[in-house]
């Protein structure tokens, strides 16, 4: 049964064609987790077939996770600018828990995702030191905000695949930076499979065509080594913050045996990498990340 269960996770890899197999995909971790417990079995009990099978597919899994672990290059953190994403819970009513993560967390930049009319009463009436706003209020998890300590060079509210994203340029000690907050559909049917991939393919292209310092954060609803991620990198020549820092996951809550990444912090060659982490979760099923970096 459990061999089964390793032959059963390539199917992963065919994630780029179909949304059923892309989910399979997602779980890369606790598939390869799996593979090790078949191996550990398997050579207990002398099954030397079963044993070979579990250590080649784990190897094949392993070979999609060990960026995440490669370190990452010493950057100094002299007038570095600090950057917070927090998919908020639309629903979510720990909102003192949040507040002590923004707090304890600092960042020059936030963006917020699921931003409600009732998330917007709270915080724009509590984060004081944040008096520069970019914000698009919905009743439902697709609202979005960017918070600023320092002003607005430019702020727009940018429509992808009918979902909406801020895009803000800021200033900064050392130049002005170009913040993308983005929140695509979860790839959760045909449709919403197709949506969300073009919405990273139109993050993409505007990466591609910008000449300055940008970084990109939100809850991107897909995984590091999703190949439509892959692609998002690979084709708007972007870097993630999380490559060098671990798996670092966030989602779903404090569900620790389906823990994934999807929320992410990806900045271009303008911009160096100085520290990555997760914050707490603060009441939402998503925990905090925040990057702080360098501009070049």
């Given at each position: 049964?459990?061999?089964?269960?390793?032959?059963?996770?390539l199917?992963?890899y065919?994630?780029?064609?179909?949304?059923?197999?892309?989910?399979?995909?997602s779980?890369r971790v606790?598939s390869?987790i799996?593979?090790?417990?078949t191996?550990?079995l398997?050579?207990?009990t002398r099954?030397?077939?079963?044993?070979?099978?579990?250590l080649?597919?784990?190897?094949?899994?392993?070979?999609?996770l060990?960026?995440?672990?490669?370190p990452?290059?010493?950057?100094?953190?002299e007038?570095?600018?600090?950057?917070?994403?927090?998919n908020?819970?639309?629903?979510?009513s720990?909102?003192?828990a949040?507040?002590?993560?923004?707090n304890?967390?600092?960042p020059?930049?936030?963006i917020f995702?699921e931003y409600?009319?009732q998330?917007?009463?709270?915080l724009a009436?509590?984060?004081h030191r944040y008096?520069?706003?970019l914000?698009h209020?919905?009743?439902s998890?697709?609202?979005?905000?960017?918070?600023s300590k320092?002003?607005?060079?430019?702020?727009?509210v940018?429509?992808?695949?009918?979902l909406p994203a801020?895009d803000?340029?800021?200033k900064?000690?050392q130049r002005?930076?170009?913040?993308?907050?983005?929140h695509?559909?979860p790839?959760m049917s045909v449709?919403t499979f197709?949506?969300?991939?073009?919405?990273?393919?139109a993050?993409?292209s505007e990466?591609l065509?910008?000449?300055?310092?940008?970084v990109?954060?939100?809850?991107?609803n897909a995984v590091?080594?999703?190949?439509?991620f892959?692609?998002?990198?690979?084709?708007?020549?972007?870097k993630?913050a999380?490559d060098?820092?671990?798996l670092?996951?966030?989602w779903?809550?404090?569900?620790?045996?389906?823990?994934?990444?999807?929320d992410?912090?990806?900045y271009n060659?303008?911009v160096?990498?100085?520290?990555f982490?997760?914050?707490?979760?603060?009441?939402?099923?998503?925990?905090?990340?925040?990057?702080?970096?360098n501009?070049?």
């Open positions: 049964m459990f061999v089964l269960g390793c032959i059963f996770s199917f992963s065919l994630g780029r064609y179909f949304f059923l197999f892309e989910q399979l995909d779980f606790q390869l799996g593979c090790c417990v191996l550990l398997a050579t207990v099954q030397r077939m079963v044993a070979v099978i579990a080649l597919i784990g190897l094949l899994h392993t070979t999609q060990y960026r995440l672990y490669l990452a290059p010493a950057v100094p953190a007038q570095s600018v600090r950057i917070m994403s927090s908020l819970l639309a629903s979510n720990s909102h003192e949040l507040l002590q993560q923004v304890t967390i600092d020059e930049v936030i995702q409600t009319p998330w917007h009463r709270i009436g509590t984060l008096p520069y706003k914000v209020t919905i009743d998890p697709f609202g979005i905000a960017a918070y320092s002003p607005f060079v430019k702020a727009e940018k429509s992808f695949t009918s801020v803000i340029t800021v900064t000690l002005d930076l170009r913040i993308f907050g983005v695509p559909i790839p449709v197709d949506a969300r991939n073009a919405y990273l393919d993050l993409a990466s065509g910008y000449d300055g310092p940008m990109v954060a939100g809850d991107f590091p080594w999703s190949w439509h892959k692609s998002l990198l690979r084709n708007g020549k972007l993630s999380r060098g820092h671990g670092k996951p966030t779903p809550g404090n569900f620790f045996p389906l823990w994934i990444p999807i992410h912090i990806l060659n303008k160096a990498l100085v520290d982490d997760t914050g707490v979760n603060a009441g939402s099923d998503h925990k905090p990340i925040w990057a702080e970096i501009l070049h």
